[in-house]
């Protein structure tokens, strides 16, 4: 089951309470937390403290399926990513969607497009559990103009996202499925288990279906078992009850920069 973090009712509704908001969101179950109104750093505070605001706001965990953001509405938070896995949507009016990508890097902000726009253009999912740092839209915006180390922070995070969409072009055009596909499982590597050095297998419950996967990479869901089965004939991988083991995942550490 998704849920949705419900800003407007932040301050009155308890934890249990279901509702709808948004028009596109009305079969999510709303989450909301009273706890957290005060865990959010107020936006005067800015140019008194001169620090990131993000440093006062606690680490606090959502489950898998949190919509953090939904495409069309007002944006009213921004989070930071501290542990976990999301991945960005966007849909058409016909309610068809297409993944975007996966955001697990670690001081990602999702919700920062408040600084161009009160919208936001895609939805932004938790696909695992998470870690996450959140204060208000207008906090974050007045702190990237008055805060020069959070400013220079969100400028390099934005950027390791941009090179990311690039280096996504670029395995469109240049890598092979399996490159494609090694890259994506690696990303999830990290995420399971951040220490790879010791060598030994990673079990992977897969927080993607396959025909996800299968977008993200660009192929259809029949070619992605036919990748996977060559995988599992060269011993990079093995199923196992609906999981996959990476039986090597050093093999998985190059970096996208070694593909090009």
Sequence with gaps: MMRTVDHHQLQAEPLTTQQNIYSLAAHKTAVSDPAELNDIPAADAIQQTNQDPFAGAPVRKYPAGTVLLEQGAPIHDVYKLEQGLAKTIARDAEGREVIIGLCSTPGAYLGAACAISDLTLVSA???????????????????LQHDAALSWAFHQTQSKLLWRFVNKLVQFGCHS???????????????????????????????????EIAELIAVSPEHLCRVIRSMESQGTLRRDKGRLVVLEPEKLSRTESALW
């Design 125 to 143: 999912e938790l696909v695992t559990d998470a870690q996450l740092r959140r204060i208000s839209a207008d906090t974050f915006c007045q702190a």
């Design 177 to 211: 499925v399996q490159e494609r596909l090694e890259q994506l499982l690696w990303q999830l590597v990290q995420v399971v288990q951040p220490d790879v050095t010791d060598g030994k297998p990673v079990r992977i419950t897969m927080p993607l279906k396959y025909w």
